[in-house]
């Protein structure tokens, strides 16, 4: 990690004032934020004094900083030293910052950091040429192409020492450079090109619709013979192999609908067996009262409903009016023709548990 001291005071400049043209530009910085804030635009500050003075921070450009936003040099000092994109000593015309942090360093980091180190010597020393310094730091957040470094404002990626040397060879000659990554990859793609979302379908719109004809090929088949064939043996099966009439909830059904008039018609039965009818026109089996107005109503239901089974049609009774109940089962058997229908009860308050702890009302 890089040693975040000011430069000896040998290197430090007498004084610092930002340029006409800086200090304006200070100014619509500091206006951006409400009064009493100020303090905020300490970082556009600061960059912009190290940009001003040749890319480094100086102790005076510190100073004039906090004088200008009205904060103690300290609380100023404590920011320049804590971020790496300050430098506090004189910088090379091209300043290296090499990303050491785990990704990086699992990808060959500290190749390249071995690299610098014959190359350049020790972190934070400008080159004899004047051209270069560099500092270890931490992740500068393109860790996907690892690893990296950052050489003044841009990313170079994927480096390797070979790499690295021939990009600091065309940099010192004034060549033209490519920024990002070194190996010929697309902003972070996979090494050797894309390898999902592919297909060209994707992005030409020929898949729109694509959906609705899938279906469409599906219903035209269902239209065939074959298919009508499948649904006709379907209703077989019905017949034949009922499903249970509940579902068993995971228990093994009881017995299954296998006697219901379908299966009865399917095996060459009459569908409504005969005990039924009788019983279905039964009128002692009824609840409901002899002479009692809803007895012969049920009756007469009863009676309609058997013979219209027997002759395969529905009753013609009316449909629009509701059909007479019979009496509640749970009603009384002495109740005569004015009682048969008894009056509503409200519902009894429910007992509950006396609570010792309630407070006591006035009818308690
Ligand atoms: S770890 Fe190197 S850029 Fe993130």
């Known amino acids: 990690m890089a040693n975040r001291r000011l430069a000896p005071a040998a290197e430090q400049p007498a004084s610092f004032a930002f340029s006409s043209e800086n200090a304006d530009w200070a100014k619509g910085q500091i206006e951006k934020y409400p009064e009493g804030r100020q303090a905020s635009a300490v970082i556009p500050l600061l960059w912009k004094a190290q940009e001003q003075n040749g890319g480094w921070l100086p102790q005076k450009a510190i100073e004039a900083v906090a004088a200008e936003l ?194 009865r018609s399917a095996g060459g039965e009459e569908p409504v067996k005969a005990g039924d009818k009788a019983d279905a026109a039964d009128a002692t089996d009824s609840k409901a009262q002899p002479g009692h107005p809803t007895a012969d109503a049920g009756v007469t239901v009863a009676r309609a409903e058997a013979a219209g089974a027997e002759a395969g049609t529905q009753s013609d009774l ?10 509640a089962s749970g009603a009384s058997e002495d109740l005569g023709p004015d009682d048969a229908t008894p009056p509503p009860t409200a519902a009894k308050p429910r007992k509950t548990a006396p609570n010792p702890g309630a407070p006591k009302t006035e009818g308690n």
């Not at 931490?138 to 690892?146: F, K, P, Q, R, V």
């Not at 009316?318 to 009496?327: A, V």
């Open 318 to 327: 009316p449909r629009d009016e509701p059909p007479p109940q019979p009496l």
């Open 70 to 263: 009205g904060m103690p040099h300290i609380r100023v000092l404590e920011v320049a030293t804590f971020y790496t994109m300050f430098a506090l000593e004189p910088v090379g015309r091209f300043w290296i910052q090499l990303c050491g942090t785990v990704p990086c360093d699992s990808c060959g980091a500290r190749e390249l950091k071995d690299y610098l180190h014959e190359r350049l010597g020790a972190p934070g020393h400008v080159s004899a040429d004047g051209n270069f310094s560099w500092l270890e730091v931490e992740c500068l957040g393109a860790c996907c192409n690892a690893p990296m470094a950052q050489i003044n404002q841009d990313y170079y990626e994927d480096l390797t020492p070979d790499l690295l040397g021939t990009l600091m060879d065309d940099l010192a000659a004034g060549r033209p450079v490519k920024v990002g990554s070194q190996v010929g990859r697309t902003s972070s793609e996979p090494k050797g090109g894309a390898d999902t979302l592919t297909d060209a379908t994707l992005f030409d719109g020929s898949r729109v619709g694509a959906w609705r004809k899938r279906f469409e090929e599906h219903a035209a088949d269902d239209t065939t013979s074959e298919g009508k064939s499948e649904a006709a043996s379907s209703e077989q099966r019905a017949a034949t192999d009922p499903k249970p009439a509940k579902p068993d909830a995971g228990r093994a059904a009881a017995s299954s609908a296998s006697d219901g008039p379908a299966q």
